[in-house]
């Protein structure tokens, strides 16, 4: 497949988001491979697969764990709570910055996601509503189990998690952090009138339900100031058998609340033509980043189209920058697309990891 991109394009236009300046519009979406080592530490090939992609205007990391318990949907994913996993995310900054890359980590925490057979923990969510699905665990596919209902002191401790992997970030040299409230893990599930089942003052109206969200935003800004923070959202996504009646009161209830702090971006994964996505784009007056979530190729017409209208400020773009390092060199002349192989999205080492080939890697082959 190729796609070129037109030479006055608005995805190759500089943009900025919070304090930083960034080349072009088209930013690499948050994508877990699980490569990390037992302990949650970074692979000792981070620093080179996230600096081969350092022509995105942003990199967004993979999803990376905000304490131990909050791991647990997918063997070997990163956290950002020990010095040791710190030491290696400020070797995978220092790589991206080397290449002229700019780089957010992405915090989670994988709520009623997680089988305990992986985190060694029980599941915890806002309410004992078991995700009807099965994950990989160290002894096979396994059912997810249904979660224990946080108390109001483990929201208050986890909003507390959020601030110091956070504080880790931007002392590892990160240019900011992504809070994870999409696809069906911890925080989307209290933004859902389904999954949230509560009676305290995280449950029931829209306002309620956007509270943890809300405080885990507002301490991080406090923690790291707002040029530093952005979020990730994804009405009405089913991914995580995730159900929302309500797709919208509760986003619009959390975006009021948290418009006057001007973090750095919002985060949307939808269709442009969902409903939810209009009532976001009306309300948001910030920078708004869109991933459309296809099952197939990524349009980048479309793409192309909605950021010269204005109606994003910047896409971002997963599987396409993960076969592709240098997607945007690519796209820009026109140049054959690497196709993304499934099979090694979340397998072991540099196969399907840091060996998608480079354009100059398939001139000097060829030359040869
Ligand atoms: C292998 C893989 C890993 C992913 N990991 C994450 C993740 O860690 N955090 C997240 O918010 N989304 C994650 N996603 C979703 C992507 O960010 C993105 O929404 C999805 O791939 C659709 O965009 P695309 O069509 O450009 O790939 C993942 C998707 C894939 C395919």
Avoid at 55 to 60: E, H, V, W
Avoid at 191 to 206: E, M
Avoid at 354 to 366: F, N
Wanted: charged letters at 20%; proline letters at 7%.
């Amino acid at each position: 497949m190729t796609f070129t991109l037109r030479e006055d394009s608005a995805l190759l236009k500089p943009t900025t988001v919070g304090a930083l300046s960034l080349a072009n519009r088209m930013f690499m979406a948050p994508l877990t491979r699980s490569r990390a080592d037992a302990d949650g530490t970074p692979s000792s090939l981070a620093p080179q697969y996230y600096a081969q992609r350092a022509s995105a205007g942003l990199i967004i990391s993979e999803a990376t764990a905000v304490c131990e318990q909050a791991n647990g949907a997918y063997m070997n994913t990163p956290g950002l709570y020990t010095d040791r996993q710190q030491d290696k995310w400020a070797e995978v900054a220092a790589a991206v910055h080397r290449a002229g890359g700019r780089m957010f980590v992405q915090l989670w925490h994988v709520g009623r996601m997680a089988h305990p057979d992986i985190s060694g923990f029980e599941a915890v969510g806002p309410s004992p509503i078991a995700a009807d699905l099965q994950t990989h665990t160290p002894t096979g596919k396994k059912p997810l189990p249904v979660p224990r209902a946080l108390t109001v002191g483990e929201i208050e401790e986890i909003v507390g998690q959020f601030r110091s992997a956070a504080r880790r970030a931007v002392d590892a040299g990160m240019d900011g952090v992504e809070i994870h409230s999409a696809n069906g893990y911890l925080l989307h599930e209290f933004l859902s009138d389904v999954v949230n089942q509560r009676t305290d003052g995280y449950g029931g109206s829209p306002r309620n339900r956007a509270r943890f969200v809300a405080e885990v935003i507002e301490a991080v800004v406090d923690e790291v100031g707002p040029d530093r923070v952005s979020l990730r959202i994804s009405p009405g996504n089913t991914a995580g058998d995730m159900t929302e009646i309500d797709q919208i009161s509760a986003y619009e209830a959390l975006l009021c609340r948290i418009a006057p702090l001007g973090i750095a971006y919002l985060h949307v994964v939808s269709m442009p033509s969902a409903p939810a996505f209009a009532a976001v784009r009306t309300q948001w007056d910030g920078t708004l980043v869109l991933n459309t979530p296809r099952s197939a190729e990524t349009d980048f017409a479309e793409l192309e189209q909605l950021a010269e209208w204005g109606v994003v400020g910047a896409v971002a773009i997963g599987r396409a920058f993960l076969a592709n390092p240098d997607l945007v060199r690519r796209l820009t002349i026109g140049a054959e697309l690497n196709i993304p192989d499934v099979v090694t999205f979340y397998a072991p080492g540099p196969n399907g990891y840091t060996d998608y080939p480079m354009l100059d890697d398939l001139v000097t082959t060829q030359s040869a």
